[in-house]
């Protein structure tokens, strides 16, 4: 079965600053995407950032970006320029890809992101 | 500009009442979703649907039923609620050919006493 881990519950970051965020995951399959999701306190899910696992380069959202290494099956958000509507919860998931479709996605527990003035 | 609406945003159960549920998009999407939230265990898929009159299990389903009788819309019904229900329960929707970019609602509180 997949699964997805994120070690960090919590991360705090100074404003314009640069912030990584951790998420390992576990699969035995060979397509599949990976996302990070963002749940600010309004509770409403945003989707921040995908990445597809056949593409070797590493999706970039504007100040976000991200290092996937398929290999050690880890997918790291980075967060540039930190700013205050930056905090929020966040979200990795993953989801398998087959028949030209992604299947439903599996989450991990998240990691709170408080950004400091 | 409605995207996913999820009705009650709040509701107070006693042990053993029923209750519904509401999700509505209006963006014609093909797929459908019920998640739970907890503390500490992320988000839980309960039901989803890829299709009007199509309902099927996530990984969570027991104490759920779900309908999705018309595109728009998917109900989520607790027949019997228990405290281990208490949960911030999210919709969301997609399109069959880019399922993997889901829209989300604002979520419904949900306490049992």
């Known amino acids: ?117 | 500009n409605a995207g996913v609406t999820q009705t009650p945003k709040f509701r107070v159960l006693k042990t053993g009442q029923s209750m519904t549920l509401l999700c509505a998009q209006d963006m014609n999407h093909e797929y459908m979703y019920w998640y739970r939230q907890d503390p500490g265990m992320g988000l839980r898929l309960i039901h989803y649907s890829v299709g009007e009159g199509t309902t099927a299990k996530g990984e969570v389903p027991d104490g759920y039923n779900v309908s999705r009788l018309k595109k728009q819309n998917f109900l989520l019904g607790l027949e019997s609620a228990a405290p281990s229900q208490t949960s911030v329960y999210f919709c969301a929707s997609s399109y069959r050919q880019d399922n993997e970019k889901l829209f989300f609602g604002s979520g419904t509180q949900l306490s049992v006493l």
């Open chain 1, 1 to 117: 079965a997949q699964t997805v881990t994120q070690s960090q519950p919590e991360m705090s970051v100074q404003e314009a600053e640069t912030v990584t965020l951790s998420c390992t995951y576990d699969t035995s399959e060979s397509d599949y995407y990976l996302f990070w999701y963002k749940q600010p306190p309004s509770r409403q899910m945003i989707l921040v950032i995908r990445q597809e696992a056949y593409k070797q380069q590493n999706a970039t959202e504007n100040r976000f970006s991200v290092n996937f290494q398929k290999a050690a099956k880890s997918f790291s958000l980075k967060i540039s320029d930190s700013q205050l509507g930056d905090a929020a919860m966040y979200f990795c998931a993953y989801a398998l890809y087959y028949g030209g479709a992604t299947n439903k996605l599996i989450f991990g527990t998240g990691t709170l992101l408080a950004v400091q003035p």
